[in-house]
């Protein structure tokens, strides 16, 4: 990961507007192919505007960004689908948990963003020690 210029899209005003707009973000990655690896721009970017993220990427993509350091979503989101071999059957894991987080009462999301709140923070910090660390 290695840090983009201010002037782009990651550190951009407009979409700092979109995320403030969601919830939270649907990360379709480069690859959801069992044997590969690969965590692009697409993830990081929520990371970036302190937004949570649901991730379709390959088998164990969520293990591999904590592995760097990162936090994720569990108890909040259930990630179980993380750990899925089959692309088809994780997907279907991941539109459940869309469909659990949509459904929510407007109560529920704010108290589920509160939650997920101190996450998020964590994950901001994280990534900009991260790119100054691997980036000197």
């Given at each position: 990961?290695?840090?983009?210029?201010?002037?782009?899209?990651?550190?951009?005003?407009?979409?700092?507007?979109?995320?403030?707009?969601?919830?939270?973000?649907?990360?379709?990655?480069?690859?959801?192919?069992?044997?590969e690896y690969y965590i692009s721009e697409k993830?990081?970017?929520?990371?970036?505007?302190?937004?949570?993220?649901?991730?379709?990427?390959?088998?164990?993509?969520?293990?591999?960004l904590?592995?760097?350091g990162f936090k994720t979503f569990e108890p909040w989101i259930d990630e179980s689908y993380d750990k899925e071999p089959h692309p088809e059957k994780r997907f279907e894991?991941?539109?459940?948990?869309?469909?659990?987080?949509?459904?929510?009462?407007?109560s529920e999301k704010l108290k589920w963003m509160e939650n997920v709140k101190p996450i998020i923070q964590y994950n901001r910090k994280h990534l900009?020690?991260?790119i100054k660390e691997n980036n000197e």
């Amino acid at each position: 990961i290695r840090r983009p210029p201010r002037s782009t899209p990651l550190y951009s005003s407009a979409a700092s507007d979109v995320y403030k707009r969601q919830m939270f973000t649907l990360v379709t990655e480069t690859t959801v192919l069992p044997n590969e690896y690969y965590i692009s721009e697409k993830t990081v970017k929520p990371i970036g505007h302190n937004h949570p993220f649901i991730v379709f990427g390959s088998l164990g993509t969520l293990e591999h960004l904590k592995i760097m350091g990162f936090k994720t979503f569990e108890p909040w989101i259930d990630e179980s689908y993380d750990k899925e071999p089959h692309p088809e059957k994780r997907f279907e894991m991941i539109l459940s948990q869309v469909r659990i987080l949509c459904d929510m009462t407007e109560s529920e999301k704010l108290k589920w963003m509160e939650n997920v709140k101190p996450i998020i923070q964590y994950n901001r910090k994280h990534l900009d020690t991260y790119i100054k660390e691997n980036n000197e």
